[in-house]
């Protein structure tokens, strides 16, 4: 029962006609499939330890609002009983709530076998599997809903009255009418309103996926653009939630993928401080708690993370959770591409990979690569992109990408967004467009600690100590300030007010995009890479096309190409060692 298994916490309440609860049980490892019978009825078994309970449906209503944090009630009226599921995996529980709705839709349609017949009749008895929805189950369903949605406007007295209305040819009359009907068929009512994810993974993706799903310490590398993110939805969605940290480098990777920073799940500061004093951090109960729940742990864009901090966390992991099993026996699910950006240098020490690290080799069992580009269509723009990963610049590379100046990307009026290298030349471009709208500037003045370093504040700050602003003005969080919500580093938004009673409060509407481009896909992007200073850069920031069309390099240039060379090591070595679970090795190690 494979398929239709769903392993969760329940609790089960046995309800009286009256509406009271009569009877409740929490069981931590309940597990819920669908089953058939030999009259074709869809029934719901319950395992719950060693007993089985088994449910023939005729009806059911299902509360579905938590649905994508795990949590879900099933009603079922006839035998008075109901389920409250939480931590299931998200996409499980979607899948397994569609099944059962949509299955037993289709079974009330063609109607239900009598009491009688069945005990007339003599055929075999048997329990299977319910098969997997159809095409054909998904249809029948939407056209009992269109028809029922239809009656309901017609025959009900006020439908009566606006057809009268209508007939009359009363045209005022008409609009409200068609209006009405097609919001309801956007948003049709009960629990056909679930929302399944259409696409599917390619094999590569699937195999990561199983690998995960086995309970590997699994790393997963590739070029921009192969999906990797995406798979980490996926693999997201089918873990336990209340287990699962999903966190990443960034604010806006974190944001990619639902999640929040690895610093901030970690609860460790910036984790430079010794190594008693992240313990003494992580000992702090919120933080302990998170650490001893989680099973899972996911970190997206890993090339940024410092090796010396993924170090601390392994470290700090056993202690709270007193265990000495690597990362205290946390599942890893790792994945990024170290051919793009590097973690941020500490000053003048020199930075670490986090392969580089002892708790990678200790804890790294599996590694494998997803190497379809979804990104990019067009080969050629690929086969450009794969030379500027691995630092190479061949005359084809460097005609194309000189050619893409004379693009004129800015279509329908929405303003490619631009990405540099440096500070100053961000500042230079926005005072530009700043100085071009028509309102009034307002001026915001910071409040610095002390006026003595003001000149050093200004230079570690991203934020100016005189911020100018007008209404219209694109704005750009430079700081985190709740990931869940979006207000990530990076996102955009344009001022639309500045509230009267509240001096200093700026209005928002969100928007996307971002200073760190990595994990981006732009439409329609404009780069200037004469100033790149780290290896990787020019390769973030070109991947970040979907096309040549919609791509623009003002200055394009052989040396703003470069890879890190130990970067390149450590993918031969992957490769020549036969580490990587699911390449070509010879083919992929001639690359590096
Ligand atoms: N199996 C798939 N089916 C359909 N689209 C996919 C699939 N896998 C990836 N994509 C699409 O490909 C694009 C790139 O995916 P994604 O951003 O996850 O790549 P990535 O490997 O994380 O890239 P980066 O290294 O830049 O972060 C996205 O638009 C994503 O929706
Ligand atoms: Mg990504």
């Known amino acids: 029962m494979e398929l239709n298994n769903l392993v969760c916490t329940t609790t089960v309440e046995e309800i009286t006609s009256s509406g009271n609860v009569m009877k409740k049980t929490v069981h931590r490892d309940a597990s819920f499939s669908l089953a058939r019978n030999e009259f074709n009825d869809v029934i719901l078994l319950l395992n719950i330890g060693k007993k089985e309970l088994r449910y023939t449906l005729r009806d059911l209503k299902i509360h579905k609002k938590f649905v994508r944090d795990g949590k879900a009630t099933i009603i079922l009226p006839g035998p008075h009983v109901q389920f409250m599921l939480s931590n299931c995996p998200p996409d499980r529980l979607i899948m397994f709530l569609k099944t059962m709705h949509t299955k037993l839709e289709c079974l009330k349609k063609k109607g239900f076998i009598s009491e009688r017949q069945k005990l007339k009749s003599e055929l075999p008895r048997i329990i299977q599997e319910i098969s997997p929805l159809t095409m054909k189950d998904l249809q029948t369903v939407h056209e009992m809903r269109a028809k029922k949605m239809e009656k309901s406007d017609l025959f009900t007295p006020k439908g009566k009255k606006k057809r009268k209305e209508m007939d009359s040819d009363d045209k005022e009359n008409m609009v409200p009418r068609q209006a009405k009907i097609a919001r ?115 970190i997206d864009e890993i090339s940024m993370v410092d090796g010396d901090f993924f170090d601390k966390l392994e470290n700090v992991a056993r202690v709270i959770r007193q265990n000495d ?41 599996i590694n494998m690569e997803l190497k379809e580009v979804r990104r990019q269509s067009d080969k050629h723009f690929i086969n450009v992109l794969q030379n500027i990963r691995l630092g190479r610049c061949p005359d084809f590379v460097y005609n194309t990408l000189r050619a893409t100046a004379l693009n004129n990307i800015q279509k329908h009026d929405i303003l490619a967004t631009r990405l540099c290298t440096h500070k100053e030349d961000v500042d230079h471009i926005n005072q530009f467009h700043l100085n071009k709208l028509a309102g009034e500037p307002r001026f915001f003045i910071s409040t610095d600690t002390d006026p003595a370093y003001e000149k050093q504040i200004d230079f570690l700050s991203p934020v100016p100590g005189k911020l100018e602003l007008r209404l219209g003005a694109q ?102 060692h036969q580490k990587m679970q699911n390449t070509d090795m010879m083919d992929i190690a001639k690359q590096y």
Request: hydrophobic share 40%; net charge positive; glycine share 10%.
């Open 325 to 365: 099993r690597p990362f205290g026996g946390i599942q890893l699910i790792i994945c990024g591409d170290f051919l793009q950006l590097p973690p941020v240098s500490k000053g003048k020490e020199k930075k670490k990979f986090c392969f580089q690290s002892k708790a990678w080799q200790k804890a790294i069992e």
């Open 475 to 576: 704005v750009m969080l430079v700081k985190n300030l709740d990931v869940q919500q979006g207000l990530v580093s990076g996102a955009r938004g344009v001022v639309v007010g500045f509230d009267k009673g509240n001096e200093g409060i700026l209005t928002w509407i969100i928007g996307i995009t971002q200073i760190n481009p990595q994990g981006m896909t732009l439409d329609c992007v404009e780069i200037s890479l004469s100033r790149v200073f780290e290896c990787g850069q020019s390769y973030v920031a070109l991947s970040r096309a979907k096309s040549l069309e919609g791509l623009r390099v003002l200055d394009f240039d052989q040396r703003c190409v470069r890879a890190d060379p130990e970067v390149l090591h450590f993918y031969y070595k992957l490769h020549m």
């Open 184 to 298: 309801k068929l956007l948003v049709p009512a009960g629990p056909s309103k679930l929302v399944l994810a259409p696409v599917s993974l390619n094999k590569e993706q699937n195999e990561v996926l199983s690998a995960v799903m086995q309970g590997k310490n699994v790393f997963f590398t590739g070029s921009a653009g192969t999906g990797k993110s995406f798979l980490l939805r996926r693999i997201i969605g089918a873990l336990p939630p209340q287990h699962t940290a999903a966190t990443a480098s960034t604010g806006i990777a974190a944001c990619h993928i639902g999640g929040t920073t690895l610093h901030s799940f970690a609860g460790i500061g910036s984790g430079r401080a010794p190594l008693e004093q992240c313990i003494e951090l992580a000992s702090r109960p919120q933080v302990t708690q998170q650490w001893k729940r989680c099973h899972h742990l996911i």
